[in-house]
């Protein structure tokens, strides 16, 4: 605890990820004063076809 | 905002996916009053292997 | 199942979060085909302070 | 309702699956009071490059 | 990990989250394989005005 | 899109919390390459009575 949870759609690669969960740790870190071995971060990805903003897929934008 | 999550069981169509979004985005905005394009919906699909109900697997009823 | 979760600051009435979860239903009913009495919706409201945009807190724009 | 979200690095058989399912799905009848058949569980698994503890993803672990 | 995220209406006992929490964490570690200290439960709780099913709020039924 | 849900126990200031949400939203912004003002930044906190450790509640270690 915290759990971090990132909803977002496919397509990133391996280096964007692991930078990414280092530096929402950190922000955990800094703000909420926990140590870093108790944040746990989940990218929930969804594929193109199950995601949408204004109504219309990411896959047919 | 605001985000809406769907957890579904997979094995829906694209077509029913496209339907479900730009629905669950209208009912958004007429009732809540807010914009179109500040609407996300991600769909949270599970292989019939990781959902249950009754306490028994999609994959077992 | 299927499950929905609505992801909102807070501030709605009885009145905008009854229709919201009656179109949200129905909208799932009409694409995904199952009965409406399988369907849940939860409103997982945050105050103020604790959801954001571009960084900025809703509290503080 | 209730609805149960296991958040999970991936990696285990539907053996486990199946009898994470039946016991979490007993708890909740034992402790909430409520019958076996409105209680749903989906299990959101993360390949290991999309999950983390202490800022470090599980495939670099 | 793994997280427990448990969606349901308001109006439980502490008692009966304390049994919940217990329960539910003894079901990871007996299938999944992990020890208890990696397992943590959130109960997200909804007022019945922020909860439906069959598109009715808990409120209202 | 993406979008951050934080699952914390209750009890962070409003000064932490507004230092949490813009630097996970930096994190977003510099890993992800999205623009800040699409991150939507969720704190999902729960009462000491509604999280758990071990099998063990909050309010109860």
Excluded: Y
Excluded at 21 to 39: I, W
């Amino acid at each position: 605890m915290p759990e971090i949870m990132v909803f977002a759609a496919e397509g990133r690669t391996l280096e964007q990820k692991r930078g990414l969960v280092k530096d929402l740790t950190e922000a955990m870190v800094k703000n909420f004063g926990v140590p870093a071995d108790v944040v746990t971060v989940q990218i929930v990805e969804a594929p193109k076809t199950d995601k949408a903003k204004g109504g219309v897929l990411f896959c047919d934008r």
